[in-house]
Structure formats: structure tokens, C-alpha cells
């Protein structure tokens, strides 16, 4: 399979650009060398990277861990909390529905709490 350096260039500069980040705070972010970000987002150097420089710049740019490698290898990146397993991912999926919903819940009980309370201390009584 051939390895996709121009699409993790391309991946580099369009996330960098809407993170509104520099090459230089790319490199902080991520510790990897301001030096190699260049060489990766310019597309001047073609070479193999250890999979923990495009782990970090990952990282460093709000992605899940692997999704750079994922767009070297031409496949669909994975989202942040997705592993990778279906069944797995429905259920994380499923149980962020479910604590959202509870939130909702525990946010209007503290509404109706506050309107009882009005209600029970109301001067006119």
C-alpha cells in the first residue's frame, strides 16, 4: 500500500490553519521539531516517520492519536473516544447519548427546584 505523504500534508496545514496554529506552536504543542513539521506540511522530504511523531502532531492538533497514520495509509481516520471496534463504538456511543440526556434531565430539576422554592417563599403566604 502505497503511503499518502501529500494527504498528511495536506492534513497538517488545513487542521494547523483552523486551529489557528503556527508552525512554531504546532511544535510546542506537540514536541516535535519545528524543523520536521516544515519538511511534513511542505511535502519536501518524503521518508518514513515514527509513528510517534504523527501520534503527537495528532495529538497536538485535536485528532484521535492515529489519525494521521490513518490518512498515510489511505484509510478513514477515527474520531476522539472511537476504537476502532463497531460494537465497542455504538456502545460509547450510546452511553454519551445517555449521560447527555441526563444532564438535560438533571438541568430542569434544577430549574422545577428553584420554581418550588419561589413558590414556597412567596411573601404573599
Do not use: C, F
Amino acid at each position: 500500500m502505497a503511503e499518502e505523504w501529500s494527504a498528511v500534508a495536506a492534513a497538517i496545514k488545513s487542521r494547523s490553519r483552523e486551529l489557528g496554529l503556527r508552525q512554531k506552536q504546532l511544535a510546542e504543542r506537540s514536541q516535535v521539531s519545528q524543523a520536521i513539521i516544515r519538511e511534513l506540511e511542505n511535502h519536501t522530504v518524503e521518508r518514513r516517520r515514527n509513528t510517534k511523531t504523527l501520534e503527537a502532531l495528532s495529538i497536538a492538533l485535536e485528532w484521535h492519536p492515529g489519525h494521521l497514520y490513518a490518512v498515510l495509509l489511505g484509510r478513514e481516520p477515527l474520531r476522539p473516544g472511537q476504537t476502532g471496534d463497531q460494537t465497542t463504538d455504538l456502545i460509547l456511543a450510546r452511553l454519551d447519548a445517555i449521560q447527555d440526556r441526563l444532564e438535560d434531565l438533571s438541568d430542569r430539576m434544577d430549574g422545577l427546584t428553584i420554581d418550588v422554592v419561589s413558590l414556597v417563599n412567596r411573601p404573599d403566604k
